[in-house]
């Protein structure tokens, strides 16, 4: 270790450094850019901002003809409301039967074969890139109006999100028990029984709560196009300016809302 | 384990293994080593010297690039054949314990036999009797049955390590690999480890290969000592004859006569 070697260390160093410099310009042109693009699809969005002001008046005004809420209209609501949750409780189960398989084949720490893996990334990504409702409106024309294609849309959807959360949750395990399940002469599919989905589980049950929740918003939405649900009465209340009624059916899905995530984040905290 | 005086014959024969990785790290450079049954046999070297790639080699987590394992004779190298059948004769035990921490203590011991088991039952987490019967035997040997119903991640390190080892036993292999196994625990409680190990080598006549870094603990267990330094052996022999100049070879080696490129 002569000074003369640690000073051309030193100096290689310097060069590294003055290297990333130019790299942070870089950087900052790229961001140039990411503004320009922003801002051209503004224009193309439409963006205006000064119209938006002046129509903020005329959206509180839908909320003032909804008070005071019709209260006897909850009385028609109670069978819609419970198909949307049976709705959104189904989306999730058939969510899980897709997503599941396809989420452990697409995780790469659980698939070798590169083609298997990305044959079920691009199922998902298929239904995952479909809304729910278009999933609604073929699977309308399908099976017919009522909660059953609303469900099944809602699964088909869903599954996509979630075999991708899934696959993640996956890929982020602590891979020393999959070593040492390996050791002990284990399979490949008792490795992923008993090393990784263990692991993965808390994981899952989160999303998948999470997931019910979104679903019953979703579910609401589902009824504009036939498929069941609290939609339907929505939908319907505001075309004949019933605001009154709309008003109620707003605050129902705002409290079935908020007593699933009251009731998530209580499950949540006793699972770990 | 049928166990007629074999000591005369190796049953664990390291012959000529080097290992490259792909980047073309050189782990292994000619490796070779004998073992006898129902040896405790200390690989004694730093960090990077090898020691886990050499028994990942053994156990076939790591294919080596060159050279052969003989097992009772018959090479466990090369060949694909049954890698599951291969494994599940050596039991390993890791430096971090790598238990399933959600999976209760009875079921991760379990898992020691899943090389035994086919695709059926195992997968829903069900397994024979004879299973279970073997399962909580080995936590036995360990102390621990009380706790075999405890989520693996209540217990403490020792006795997570010692879990790790009934593990391990539940393969009912031949040979124990340890990695590092008292490297993340106390003083006291690694001389207990260890002490597990040594004591089912003796009873049950399983050959044992533990990995250690610290001379210590390899003069007070070990019967004989393998040192390694930089992917190569530089010492064998009974760990009395460890002396000064022996160590400074094993840990401070410079990267001297073979390596003159490096600059």
Redesign the interface.
């Known amino acids: 270790m002569s000074t003369a070697a640690t000073r051309s260390a030193i100096d290689g160093v310097m060069e590294a450094l003055a290297a990333r410099k130019r790299w942070r310009f870089h950087h900052i042109a790229l961001a140039g850019v990411a503004v320009a693009f922003l801002a051209w699809c503004a224009d193309g969005v439409g963006l205006r901002p000064k119209e938006l002001g002046s129509a903020l008046p005329a959206i509180g005004e839908y909320f003032y003809r909804m008070a005071p809420p019709k209260w006897e209209f909850a009385e028609v609501l109670w069978k819609p409301a419970a198909e949307t949750l049976y709705i959104a409780l189904w989306g999730n189960v058939i969510a899980l039967l897709i997503g599941l398989p396809l989420g452990v084949l697409a995780a790469s720490n659980v698939t070798r074969s590169p083609v298997l893996r990305n044959c079920a990334k691009a199922i998902l990504n298929l239904l995952r890139s479909i809304s729910e409702l278009i999933w609604a409106v073929f699977f309308v024309a399908a099976v017919g109006l009522g909660p059953f294609p609303g469900a099944l849309a809602l699964g088909v959807n869903f599954g996509g999100i979630l075999g991708r959360l899934y696959a993640e949750a996956l890929e982020n395990i602590d891979n020393g028990p999959v070593e040492a399940l390996a050791a002990t002469g284990a399979s490949r599919l008792q490795i992923i029984v008993y090393a990784m989905l263990p692991q993965a589980l808390p994981q899952f049950v989160t999303y998948n709560l999470y997931w019910f929740e979104v679903g019953v918003r979703s579910a609401t939405v589902l009824g504009m196009v036939g498929a069941g649900g609290i939609g339907f009465e929505l939908v319907t209340t505001i075309r004949l300016f019933e605001w009154r009624e709309t008003g109620v059916v707003l605050l129902l899905i705002l409290a079935m809302v908020t007593l699933i995530d009251l009731a998530s984040t209580w499950i949540r905290a006793r699972i770990y | 384990m049928n166990a007629p005086d074999t000591r005369l014959q190796p049953m664990l024969s390291i012959r000529g293994l080097s290992k490259t990785y792909p980047g073309g790290v050189r782990a292994l450079n000619n490796i070779s080593i004998d073992v006898a049954a129902g040896e405790f046999l200390v690989i004694l070297g730093p960090s990077g010297a090898g020691k886990s790639t050499l028994l990942r080699c053994i ?1 076939r ?1 790591v294919d080596p690039s060159e050279g052969q394992v003989l097992h009772n004779g018959r090479e466990i190298t090369g060949h694909r054949g049954d ?6 004769q ?3 035990v ?1 430096q ?8 209760s203590v009875l ?1 991760n011991v379990l ?2 036999r ?4 086919g ?1 059926g039952r ?2 829903v ?1 069900s397994f024979p009797e004879a299973d279970k019967r073997i399962a909580i035997e080995c936590l036995a040997r360990v102390n621990l049955e009380q706790k075999a119903f405890q989520r693996a991640d209540t217990l403490s390190g020792g006795e997570q390590q010692r879990v ?1 080892i009934a ?2 036993l539940a ?1 009912q292999p031949t040979v124990i ?1 340890a990695d590092e196994p008292v490297a993340s625990l106390d003083p006291k409680i690694a001389r207990q480890v260890l002490g597990y190990l040594r004591e089912v080598a003796r009873e049950l006549g399983i050959t044992v290969l533990c990995n250690l870094h610290q001379v210590d603990y390899a003069k007070e267990f070990s019967e004989r000592v393998v040192g390694m330094s930089r992917g190569a052996v530089v010492f064998e022999g009974p760990s009395a004859q460890l002396t000064e100049d022996i160590l400074h070879r094993i840990y401070y080696r410079e990267p001297g006569e073979e390596a003159k490129d490096e600059a």
Request: without cysteine; positive net charge.
């Open positions: 156990n987590l890698l599951r059948a291969i494994r599940r050596f039991g390993m890791f971090q314990f790598n238990l399933v921490k959600r999976l079921t898992t020691g899943l090389g035994y088991r695709m195992s997968l987490y790790a593990r391990a393969q690999l």
